[in-house]
T-cell receptor
């Protein structure tokens, strides 16, 4: 079963606006990662946040993690048309090796 | 090193035929993963190798699926007696392993798209 669940499933915004997507998970984790997937392509790693971190920045990306609520958010600031893609969070449940991906948020940035 | 390579990129086959996909991970990565992805869904875990050892396999997989990584380098995923429900994108990913933060970052290949007629 999928552990991560992203919300919203789809998001459409204008270029220059900010995009926020959320992820919830079910078990304890060591870290949470966000990946981007352009249509029909493989996934690309964006950012990793450790379980003892609450916020992390990378360029236009800002990730937060709330382990008490088992949730994370990804904020993309000043969005561009090239940010149009699906975004997935991924976690590794304790005691396993498998990365569990959610169903993703499909972001569309309109020029 | 150009990243994770997968071959073939596209495969069309008839129901009942066997298919094999190959993955060449980044050379210094000792961890290798196979995932399956259908349209509109996230990647679904199939199996995990650390070097040549297959350490985890999804219980969702039927006996028709088998994966190998004979020398701890490239890996193959074989699907026997394909069914229409096997139509999907098969993704391979690798990671360095170890204890550093980067050790847990997956690098994905472009995927092998399977269509079963």
């Amino acid at each position: 079963s999928q552990q991560g669940e992203e919300d919203p499933q789809a998001l459409s915004i204008q270029e220059g606006e900010n995009a926020t997507m959320n992820c919830s998970y079910k078990t304890s984790i060591n870290n949470l990662q966000w990946y981007r997937q352009n249509s029909g392509r493989g996934l690309v790693h964006l950012i990793l946040i450790r379980s003892n971190e609450r916020e992390k920045h990378s360029g236009r990306l800002r990730v937060t993690l709330d382990t008490s609520k088992k949730s994370s958010s990804l904020l993309i600031t000043a969005s561009r048309a090239a940010d149009t893609a699906s975004y997935f969070c991924a976690t590794v449940p304790s005691g396993t090796y498998k990365y569990i991906f959610g169903t993703g948020t499909r972001l569309k940035v309109l020029a | 090193d150009t990243g994770v390579s997968q071959d073939p990129r596209h495969k069309i086959t008839k129901r009942g035929q066997n298919v094999t996909f190959r993955c060449d991970p980044i050379s210094e990565h000792n961890r290798l993963y196979w995932y399956r992805q259908t349209l509109g869904q996230g990647p679904e875990f199939l199996t995990y190798f650390q070097n040549e050892a297959q350490l985890e396999k999804s219980r969702l997989l039927s006996d028709r699926f088998s994966a190998e990584r004979p020398k701890g380098s490239f890996s193959t995923l074989e699907i026997q007696r394909t069914e229409q429900g096997d139509s999907a994108m098969y993704l391979c990913a690798s990671s360095p392993g170890g204890v550093s933060v980067g050790a847990n970052v997956l690098t994905f290949g472009a995927g092998s798209r399977l269509t079963v007629l």
